[in-house]
């Protein structure tokens, strides 16, 4: 990175429309806004990225571990077979994959976590799919049905469901680990409508050894990328977008792309002058962004079930505190570890302990499931997403009423403006979905390219152009 070749500002402001300095500046160095300055740099073009923090990958963050690494972002490589471009892009890479993630391998508990039976978590199972399942596929095929939550839904299968008081459970866990926890939002507020339009990849989920983030690195190799730059205000016109950072400095650009998670752009912490139109804000306000956080618990021995993928807890509510413990050492037989997931208000509760009194808690419910003798963990990490400044959450999600076409509202450009990331693709909520949209942007600007100019298609003529038109 190459700090030198910013203006200082004194500099822009005796002269403020300052020659452009790059032909496109890209906002955040995560999967969507890596791939688009790869593309721009291969073809040829000045491309700079501002990152907030001092690593790229952005979601993409692991824990160094004894024997290996834990994603703390995204772990799992979605639909990951041949022709998934991320799956491909890490063949490419040389990364060694996981094996398949097995759903089925489960070790089941009841809520005070005394082993439970696999034959009426399977009754359970099968209830919520022969009804809740059509139930909702019903309402997805009825024009013009209003919108409703998945809570809503549920509640209903459980007045006429015929489940004993543990298969209710049981029905909660299942609940909470196929929809809420996949989708990260809170059951009360995940669009029925909208429920298989987020991470509607094939079943098909592998993991990097060593991480994600080791992805993002090798994409990002030899890219001009300025890290500790955090992006404050992004002022744009017809020909010229400027933008300045928490440091003073100012960057000039034919374009930017910019790949601010959905959080960031929903708290204001970037100042777009003139502010995005109403359209576009009103998709930023009404898209769901959700919070996901992990507990790592890291051990010298493993006294768990290690030949499941998942250990579960059945609750008698669907909040999912302390539910799933994803057992690593699965996919990873050096890693000694449990990880547990939580979600959306569960997820923010946690985040308001301490590390100590989060790691407590998850003892005191593995030594309920696996005895006293459970010993102490080696290392633990507590992810905090919602309280992270560059990521204000963990991603997007539909919200009740949110119309499909949401997406494309903020993936729309906006004069000289491109916009990129999970929460703008057609396959929200994954890594694929982030580098998909990397690809379309980095493709919107070589398209529209054409004489060399980049003159743009969607902005504004300029003032000499409209002068001259009118003779
Ligand atoms: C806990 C968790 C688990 C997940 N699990 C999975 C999974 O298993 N599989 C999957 O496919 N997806 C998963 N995801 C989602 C996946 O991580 C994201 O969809 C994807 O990584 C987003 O990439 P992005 O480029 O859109 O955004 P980001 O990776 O967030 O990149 C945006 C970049 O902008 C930077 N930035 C923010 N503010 C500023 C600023 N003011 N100035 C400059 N830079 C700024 C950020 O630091 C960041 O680097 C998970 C996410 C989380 C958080």
Known sequence: ADGARAVPAAEVEAAPVAEEQYDVIIV???????????????????????????????????????????????????????????????????????????????????????????????????????????QMAALRATPGAPDTSLAAEYSAFLDSATLSPQQVDQANVIMHTRWQALLNGNITRLSVLRLNDAKVLPAVDVMLEGGMPALADELAQGLDVL?????????????????????????????????????????????????????????????????????????????????????????PDWSGRWSVFLNYQKLFPSVKALVAIHVADTALALEGMSDDEVVDEGMAVLRQMYGPDVPEPIQTSVTRWAADPFSAGSYSYFAVGNPRNMTRALAAPVGRLLFAGEATSDKPAS????YLSGVREAERILTLRGDGNYSYGLAPPSVEAALQAAG
């Open 28 to 134: 955040g160095a995560g999967m969507a806004g890596i791939v688009a300055a790869r593309m721009l740099t291969d073809a040829g073009l000045r491309v700079t990225v501002l990152e907030a923090r001092e690593r790229v990958g952005g979601r993409l963050v692991a824990l160094q571990v004894p024997g290996g690494a834990i994603d703390q972002g995204a772990m799992w490589i979605h639909g990951g077979e041949a022709g998934n471009a991320v799956y491909d892009a890490a063949v490419e890479a040389n990364l060694t994959l996981s094996p398949r993630q097995n759903y089925g391998s489960l070790t089941l508990f009841d809520a005070q976590g005394a082993r439970s039976s696999p034959a009426s978590y399977l009754r359970a199972y099968t209830q919520l799919n022969s009804r809740l399942i059509p």
């Open 227 to 315: 890290l500790d730059t955090v992006v404050t205000g992004i002022e744009h016109s017809a020909d010229l977008v400027v933008v300045r950072t928490e440091g003073g400095e100012t960057f000039t650009a034919k374009h930017a792309v910019v790949t601010l998670p959905l959080g960031l752009l929903k708290s204001g912490a970037v100042a777009f002058t003139p502010a995005l139109p109403e359209e576009k804000a009103a998709a930023i306000d009404s898209m769901g962004y959700g919070l996901l956080d992990k507990a790592i618990f890291v051990f010298n021995t493993s006294f768990w079930d290690t030949g499941s993928d998942f250990l579960l807890r059945e609750m």
């Open 431 to 434: 890594v694929l979905g982030a």
